[in-house]
């Protein structure tokens, strides 16, 4: 039961090219209220054609936080996130009934909803000899040691994703623990309510989507955004999708149409793991992509 008193945090999920963007943009407008980037690629300044950063039409519409706000260079954890938004919400509810915060990093997003469970501190240089078995080895090597070090996380991690394997290994060779033994233990307690809703639409629309915007990123000029990037072609920030395909290219690994064809691969897969990862959720509302911001106002927040 909602208490009617209070403010809401609206969390606004759903896989990539889903129309996230656009439909927060309209619903913070009606609303009167901000948005917070839940997109873990658009924190970074020196990345925006390949993380899909809202125009500067759509900034200048509504305020966004966390948007391009932090260099590749530095060192933004997800419990920095946590502390920021929770800041940011406090702050902005003292003159606003609503927040909207939108995005598909859905690990970053139920950080600030549920809380992060306190692991022990990591040693640097575990985490640039990880960095470095991944570019000798390949990620199934990552795969093979999480498995061995901690099975029951293995069996929950998404396996093509080298920032969370990265991330379960350093803890697990940190600590000397399983990562799963840190998990759970800590949750978080909110003074606003939450409404949290996820968008969908049918898998071959929500491919050719994919396919079309990375067509877009390409006409408007990724290229030549990752060849000024390659020099930090080694950071775990860059090594995402749209990027890492591109640096193969330029290191003749792949031909410029075979990169091309692997990130639009890469961003299905992806798409079809955040559907999965939402899925396993009992709190949120799924609505189909063309619902109106109107319809969701009336539906859900004309009673305050």
Known sequence: MKDLNKKTLITISGPTAVGKTKFSIDLARILNCNIISCDSRQFYKELTIGTAVPSKKELKAVKHHCIQHKSILDTYTIKDFEKEVLII??????????????????????????????FPKTDDKVRKQLNSELNKFGI????????????????????????????????????????????????????????????????EILYNKINLRVDKMIDDGLLEEVKTLIIHKELNTLNTIGYKELFLFIEKKLTFEQSIEEIKKNSRRFAKRQITWLKRKEDIIWVNNDVTPEEIKRNYFDFK
Request: aromatic share 10%.
């Open 140 to 203: 199934e090597y990552l795969q093979k040691k999480l498995n061995k070090l901690d099975p029951l996380y293995y069996n929950n991690v998404d396996k093509q994703n080298p920032r969370r394997l990265i991330r379960a290994l350093e803890i697990c060779i940190s600590s000397n623990k399983p990562y799963s033994s840190f998990i759970g233990k800590q949750k978080n307690i909110h003074e606003f309510n939450l409404f949290n809703m996820a968008m969908n639409i049918k898998r």
């Open 89 to 118: 919400i406090n702050n902005e509810f003292k003159n606003n009934d609503y927040i909207i915060m939108s995005g598909g990093s859905g690990l970053y997003m139920d950080a600030v909803i549920n809380g992060l469970d306190n």
